[in-house]
T-cell receptor, first 108, second 111 residues
Framework: GIQVEQSPPDLILQEGANSTLRCNFS?????LQWFHQNPWGQLINLFY???GTKQNGRLSATTVATERYSLLYISSSQTTDSGVYFC??????????FGTGTRLQVFP | SQTIHQWPATLVQPVGSPLSLECTVE??????LYWYRQAAGRGLQLLFY??????ISSEVPQNLSASRPQDRQFILSSKKLLLSDSGFYLC??????????FGSGTRLTVV
């Protein structure tokens, strides 16, 4: 099956800093999504981005499908950005395979 | 608008007892439904998915089963829980690529 690797596994930032999270996948996909899991466990869909670039406020994402990676950018981080960020991919169906996540802690 | 309900939020069950977790979706029809498990606070493992009533696909052999008795109802069950069944169980639905929505999850502790 498709392997999904995320880096770094852990990230500690001070408020206001910028960060880049990376997702590598082992095979071609036609579905890629980024999720944020808050400290209470709720998963929120951030981006559906099988290719190209999207922006939503302080967050943006880029997927280079031909090179099998995606990047999530967080600018001017806030404490509410803390949690775990997951990349998930799929091919041919709606089933998603999740990476192991990046745990982000933002301190004031 | 579409909503997804999952209950209970937390559950403590003894080893060997049965399990039934329920998930319902409102505001959509014929959704794809999923059960995921998250252990140790990291990584989601797909357990079951369903594309229609009575249609269940299992991703990982295990002590659990799933059923979809109605279009917008998805149930996760076990006849006899094991300690290794502990974890955070999440239900999700999708109507197509990019439309993934998760429920709030059930934290199961088997003692």
């Amino acid at each position: 099956g498709i392997q999904v690797e995320q880096s770094p596994p852990d990230l500690i930032l001070q408020e206001g800093a910028n960060s880049t999270l990376r997702c590598n996948f082992s095979d071609s996909v036609n579905n890629l999504q980024w999720f944020h899991q808050n400290p209470w466990g709720q998963l929120i869909n951030l981006f559906y981005i099988p290719s190209g670039t999207k922006q939503n406020g302080r967050l943006s994402a880029t997927t280079v499908a031909t090179e099998r990676y995606s990047l999530l950018y967080i600018s001017s981080s806030q404490t509410t950005d803390s949690g775990v960020y997951f990349c998930a991919v799929g091919r041919g169906t709606d089933k998603l395979i999740f990476g192991t996540g990046t745990r982000l802690q933002v301190f004031p | 608008s579409q909503t997804i309900h999952q209950w209970p939020a937390t559950l403590v069950q003894p080893v060997g007892s049965p399990l039934s977790l329920e998930c319902t979706v409102e505001g959509t029809s014929n959704p794809n439904l999923y059960w995921y498990r998250q252990a140790a606070g990291r990584g989601l493992q797909l357990l079951f998915y369903s594309v229609g009533i009575g249609q269940i696909s299992s991703e990982v052999p295990q002590n659990l089963s799933a059923s979809r008795p109605q279009d917008r109802q998805f149930i996760l069950s076990s006849k006899k829980l094991l300690l290794s069944d502990s974890g955070f169980y999440l239900c999700a639905w999708s109507s197509g690529p990019g439309g993934y929505t998760f429920g709030s999850g059930t934290r199961l502790t088997v003692v």
